[in-house]
């Protein structure tokens, strides 16, 4: 089993930034990708970005690229979301998963990719 717990959501005016965390506990030697999703009021949840665990390989949503940045700390076992120039489109829950499967070159990008989730965190941009 692996833990997964965000923090750093919070409410930002348009333009802003913000930087979200994910804590991984448990068996982290068995992640091969982290992702984050997000998802915001009657939607369904989407995609964001996700990066290889251990070799640092990333895939970004059009949404977001250029402006969000995912980053980790392996000593840590956290992984980061840099968020920046933020748009009220960009409000919603955003919640971090992990797979534990290895899919050669791609990176997941589906929901049900990943194996384990954490409970997600509110970002709320203000215009």
């Known amino acids: 089993q692996v833990q997964l717990v965000e923090s750093g959501g919070g409410l930002v005016q348009a333009g802003g930034s913000l930087r979200l965390s994910c804590a991984a506990s448990g068996r982290t030697f068995s992640v091969y990708a982290m992702g984050w999703f997000r998802q915001a009021p009657g939607k369904e949840r989407e995609f964001v970005v996700a990066s290889t665990w251990s070799e640092g390989r990333t895939y970004y949503a059009d949404s977001v690229k250029g402006r969000f940045t995912i980053s980790r700390d392996n000593a840590k076992n956290t992984v980061y979301l840099q968020m920046n120039s933020l748009k009220p489109e960009d409000t919603a829950v955003y919640y971090c998963?992990?797979?534990?499967?290895?899919?050669?070159?791609?990176?997941?990008?589906?929901?049900?990719?990943?194996?384990?989730w954490g409970q997600g965190t509110q970002v709320t941009v203000s215009s």
């Open positions: 998963a992990a797979s534990i499967r290895n899919y050669g070159l791609y990176i997941q990008q589906r929901i049900e990719e990943y194996d384990y």
